[in-house]
């Protein structure tokens, strides 16, 4: 991954850090991990061979370096993958990535040193690093890096998105979610700077609150209109569909109904944008963890499922079920639980081995919080211990 001068013969590496502090509004990124950890490491770090090591929640700063030196050792190209918040210490100003024991407090004994990361890449051949990011920032760090007064760069291609974190806007792994769908889904493996324009014009992140590190996104969107990848990717059943004029006005005026109408009559795509359509539009109006983007997430999971797409359908349920979540709705809110629920429902009828074994993981997350029914968990964790061996329906 890099520069056409990588030498591509090499066997390749990616190390996936994904840091969950103790905030009240996580991005959530450990739990987005296993989407990334899925994709075969041949498509993840763009060589014929490649080994992945992730780190899931991490506590201690010594240990992410020793996997930092471990991968900059390596002589092919090499992608490291960051998600979590920035902090600044208060003594030396420095930024840091927050870990599992990090508070405002202790950022320079708890958290890892970024310029640990760069200082350990300094020695590789140019070109053949990249590092790609989904973090997030309080207000102080965010203008820091804007104004760049504080900076992420180093002797690698920089890619990814620092999004703003305060009262009004709350950060969402958007990012990844489009990184592991490109990847998966892509009929060759993009380039570093191909698979980050994509991403960042399929991710569902407030503008003005997300800052962007590498090329900024090409032919940005106007309102309203909907990229590809938004529609092709995973979210709530739409509401009874209420009496409305069978017309193009009912998607402005009733979206549930015209939605209702295209589903039935198999246009699906249709269907889709115009729910990705209205989601942006809640995105622009309720931010990007909000319950109202949650359901149109959902409205496309509904989609996904009658067109014949259960794995679509279960990630967008997943999404939507972890929107809900860090919006403050409890794992007892009946529409978290019919999300996962549905997501649930959905997986069992997923017939591809890797997808259920990608969604499956993320699937048993999310059961630790939102348990359902008695046995749940306890279901999920005996279909993926088979998945291995043989396919179960």
Sequence with gaps: MGTSSTPTDQPGYALLIAADPPVRHPLAGAVTLPQLAA??????????????????????????????????????????????????????????????????RTVRYTALPWHWLTSELHHR??????????????????????????????????????????????????????????????????????????????????????????????NPMPPG?????????????????????????????????????ASQAGRHTEAAAIAAAWEQAALRQHGPNSPE??????????????????????????RGAVIRLTADQPETHPEVVAAVDRAHYAWHHVTDRARARELGTELLTLRTQVTGKSGSREDVQRRLAKLPSALLS
């Design 39 to 104: 994709v075969s490491p041949s498509q993840l770090v763009g060589t014929p061979y490649a080994s992945v090591v992730q780190l899931a929640g991490p506590e201690d700063p010594n240990t992410v370096l020793t996997a930092i030196r471990t991968a900059a050792a390596v002589e092919g190209p090499l992608l490291i993958y960051v998600a979590g918040h920035l902090a600044v210490d208060h003594r030396q100003h420095r930024l840091h990535l927050a870990l599992a024991r990090t508070t405002a």
């Design 125 to 218: 051949p140019p070109g053949t690093t990249a590092v790609f990011v989904d973090l997030a920032a309080d207000t102080d760090v965010w203008q820091g890096l804007a104004q760049r007064e504080q900076t992420l760069d180093g002797p690698y291609a920089l890619y990814g998105a620092v999004q703003l974190q305060d009262r009004r806007h709350r950060p969402s792994p958007s990012y990844t979610h489009a990184l592991a769908h490109i990847l998966r889904t892509a009929p060759a493996r993009p380039t570093a700077d191909e698979l980050h324009q994509q991403a960042a014009r399929a991710a569902v992140l407030e503008e003005a609150a997300t800052l962007w590190l590498g090329p900024a996104p090409a």
């Design 225 to 261: 209109t909907v990229d590809a990848h938004q529609v092709d990717v995973p979210a709530p059943r739409p509401k009874p569909a209420q009496p409305a004029a069978a017309s193009p006005a009912a998607a402005e005026n009733d979206p549930h109904h015209a939605i209702t109408q």
């Design 293 to 318: 983007v949650a359901h149109w997430i959902e409205v496309r999971a509904v989609i996904a499922l009658e067109e014949g797409a259960p794995d679509r359908a279960c990630e967008l349920w997943l």
